[in-house]
Nanobody, 125 residues
C-alpha cells in the first residue's frame, strides 16, 4: 500500500502564490506520487499536472500552463505543485495521486490507484 499526505493549502488572494507538497510513504518504490488533481465544489475531479520522476518531464492541464509548476524530489518521495498567479477559478480541493496504471502522463482519474486526503486551496477575488 501507498499512503499520500498533502500539505500547503490555504486562503490566498487572486494573483498570489501557494506551494503544495505531497509526501508518499509505504510501497512508494513502485508507486511514487506523480500527479495532482483538483475538485471544485459541484464539479468532477480534474487533472492538473503530472511529472515523470526519472526525467522531469511534465504535463499540464491547459488552464494552468505557465502558472503552475510540478516537480518531484525522488530522494524524499515528494511531489510539489508551485501555483502562481492564482485565480478564483483555481479554488478547489487539491489531491495528490500515485500508481497510474497507464503511465505517468495519464490525465484520467480512474487510472490512479492511490490518493491523498486532499488539501483545500481557496482564492479570493
Amino acid at each position: 500500500q501507498v499512503q499520500l499526505v498533502e500539505s500547503g493549502g490555504g486562503l490566498v488572494q487572486a494573483g498570489g502564490s501557494v506551494t503544495l507538497a505531497c509526501e508518499g510513504s509505504g510501497r512508494t518504490f513502485s508507486s511514487p506520487p506523480t500527479a495532482w488533481f483538483r475538485q471544485a465544489p459541484g464539479m468532477v475531479r480534474e487533472f492538473v499536472a503530472a511529472v515523470m520522476r526519472a526525467t522531469g518531464s511534465t504535463r499540464y492541464e491547459d488552464s494552468v500552463k505557465g502558472r503552475f509548476t510540478i516537480s518531484a524530489d525522488n530522494a524524499k518521495n515528494m511531489v510539489y505543485l508551485q501555483m502562481n498567479n492564482l485565480q478564483p477559478a483555481d479554488t478547489a480541493v487539491y489531491y495528490c495521486a500515485a500508481g497510474s496504471r497507464r503511465g505517468w502522463y495519464s490525465t484520467v482519474e480512474n487510472d490512479y490507484q492511490y490518493w491523498g486526503q486532499g488539501t483545500q486551496v481557496t482564492v479570493s477575488s
